[in-house]
């Protein structure tokens, strides 16, 4: 059981020294936390919209939810395009902020071998061990606790499931099957993902939730924010044949009943795609966020 990141073997030089100098992490108990925001103190020139400017915006705003739409990928596998509504990624953005800077915070996930992650991981509601592939009380890099998982989120992935439900009623399967096709799930667990333009995820399958959850294929729920994501998926640990698609700023995708299981994992962050408005309004960094959201 537990899911299973691939390893990636040890970062690139590169990579480290751009994630250690341009964090100003806090030092707590030995770990950096990662702030996903820039920094406030710095100079950031900013001139007021003005007020054509911000109904321009506000048209812009209702022609992207008129935009906004779906892919059934594969049976149990949902993709909601541009779903998260502008001022709820901000939110989620300043939200994931403030807690990664706290305790339990972001920090670089890696292995007793040495080997990292190439993200930063935060985990909600309960911690993800990489080395042990288990859910703890209290993770082993800093005896923290996860902070609680914010009830707006829980809500958005319950309400992305309850909508994909209604599609799948509306274009594919009777009333009476789709809870089967994609069953219903409530999240006590949600992990964090904060990839720079050059993170990536190799492909894994998330297994280490309980027997009985993994056993109903309770699906996944994976919000994306930032910048775009090459994502990867397919039945075996073989990139060549994987499929791909393209996660937005705003997407949803969601993995459960037959699909529970897939491999997947992200090979590359399009540098410079996030939406303006996360740096404008929320002063993201460049780079992604990914929650996954999932029941214990
Ligand atoms: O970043 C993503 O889209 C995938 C993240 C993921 O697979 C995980 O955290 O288990
Ligand atoms: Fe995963």
């Known amino acids: 059981m537990g899911f299973t990141y691939q ?15 341009s964090a100003k992490p806090d030092l707590i108990q030995n770990v950096h936390y990662f702030d996903i925001c820039r920094d406030k103190s710095a100079p950031v020139v900013k001139l007021k919209p003005s007020l054509l400017e911000k109904n321009r915006e506000k048209r812009q705003e209702v022609e992207r ?3 906004s739409s779906h892919r059934f990928l594969q049976t149990g596998m949902v993709l909601l395009e541009n779903h998260i509504i502008r001022s709820d990624q901000i939110k989620i953005v300043k939200k994931c902020r403030e807690l990664g800077i706290g305790l339990g915070g972001f920090y670089i996930p890696g292995y007793d071998s040495g080997s990292k992650l190439q993200l930063r991981m935060m985990c909600l509601g309960k911690n993800w061990e990489p080395q ?6 209290v993770r082993s890099v800093d005896g923290a606790k996860a902070p609680i998982i914010p009830e707006e989120f829980k809500k958005l992935a319950e309400e992305a499931i309850q909508y994909s439900h209604e599609l799948l009623i509306k274009e594919k399967y009777k009333i009476e ?34 027997p009985e959850s993994l056993h109903k294929r309770l699906p996944v729920v994976s919000f994306s924010i930032g910048d775009d994501a090459e994502f990867l998926y397919g039945d075996d ?11 937005k700023s705003g997407d949803v995708l969601i993995f459960g009943g037959e699909s529970r299981h897939i491999f997947h994992g ?24 990914n929650l996954t959201f999932r029941q214990y």
Request: charged residues 30%; proline residues 8%; hydrophobic residues 30%.
């Open 132 to 137: 042990s592939k288990e859910y703890v009380d």
């Open 177 to 210: 099957n789709v809870k089967e096709i994609l069953p219903l799930m409530h999240p006590d667990i949600c992990i964090v993902n904060f990839y720079t333009q050059s993170g990536k995820l190799g492909l894994h399958q998330d297994r280490d939730e309980s």
């Open 237 to 247: 640990r073989d990139v060549d044949k994987a499929k791909k698609v393209t996660l």
């Open 65 to 67: 939810r008129k935009g």
């Open 7 to 21: 390893q990636q073997g040890k970062p690139s030089p590169a990579r480290d020294v751009s994630s250690c100098t």
């Open 266 to 289: 992200v090979s590359s962050i399009i540098p410079n795609s996030a939406p303006k408005y996360l740096s404008d309004d929320a002063n993201l960094r460049p780079g992604r966020i």
